[in-house]
């Protein structure tokens, strides 16, 4: 996950703007290792920065909530992730 945070400020140094894909690739990372919070902040992030979250994005923050022990943040995602029309695949 920290590699993968890094990669995410580096693309940033250089001036290429990371989309849905690099986002979900990051927050599933820091999913894998455990770090719920820098997951959500990841998302809050590409919020902030008119990325896109989708389906993808949220299964991965959802995820990491869980595994977390985070289960009513999970849940919140769930009901955020349906306001915002992001259709959950399972």
Known sequence: WEKALG????????????NTITYNAAISA????GQWEKALGLLE??????????TITYNAAISSC?????????????????????????
């Open 30 to 33: 820091c999913e894998k290792g």
């Open 45 to 54: 992030t590409m919020e902030e920065r008119g990325v896109k979250p989708n």
């Open 7 to 18: 990669l995410l400020e580096t693309m940033e140094e250089r001036g290429v703007k990371p």
């Open 66 to 90: 869980e595994k977390g022990g985070q289960w009513k943040k999970a849940l919140e995602l769930l009901e955020t992730m349906e306001e915002r029309g992001v259709n959950p695949d399972t």
